[in-house]
């Protein structure tokens, strides 16, 4: 069976954000600590990268690179299985949301209305709604194709490979 994994760029906005909540720095590193070898060199390492962010971004960072860790690993096992009609791909959506005043980003999930086709919906549209106050540009609609592909190609025994793309928007 074909694999069709993606990540977002800023998975965990979703839930950081829109509580709009502080995090204090030892809910930070208890969090580090249930997710990372060395937690404290982790941290130092992502302040050094983000060193005017809050706790919060800090923590969103770090969920979403655990989750895109995960996807990763489970796009190359899945590449690299025994299978003979398989395909793998692999996207990482960046589109950011304006929602929460731009706060929110490319957030888990943002890709869902693009993929679906459904950017139609009311109610995907407002402040703190998924998408944000304004339509995002045009072309993100087609990151998914509206017919199915077609049967999937042979594969030769230990072929490993992991189509990847990106969704973002082209700066106008």
Do not use: K
């Not at 977002?8 to 204090?24: C, D, K, Q």
């Not at 930070?28 to 990268?49: G, K, N, Q, S, V």
């Amino acid at each position: 069976m074909d694999l069709l994994i993606g990540t977002n760029r800023e998975e965990a906005n979703l839930y950081t954000v829109p509580s709009g909540a502080p995090m204090a720095e030892t809910r930070l590193l208890a969090l580090a600590e249930r997710r990372l070898a060395d937690p404290r060199e982790a941290l130092t390492a992502y302040r050094t990268a983000q060193p005017a962010a809050h706790p919060a971004e800090l923590a969103s960072r770090l969920i979403t690179d655990t989750f895109t860790r995960g996807s990763r690993l489970l796009a190359e096992a899945h590449a690299h299985a025994r299978h003979r009609r398989t395909r793998t791909f692999a996207y990482e959506f960046a589109w950011r949301s304006p929602a929460f005043g731009g706060a929110l980003g490319a957030c888990h999930c943002v890709e869902l209305p693009f993929v679906l086709h459904l950017t139609d919906l009311p109610a995907l549209y407002g402040d703190t709604a998924l998408l944000g106050p304004r339509r995002p540009p045009p072309g993100l609609d087609r990151v998914h194709p509206r017919r199915r592909p077609g049967p999937a190609p042979v594969r030769p025994r230990g072929a490993t490979r992991v189509e990847r793309r990106r969704f973002s928007p082209r700066p106008v």
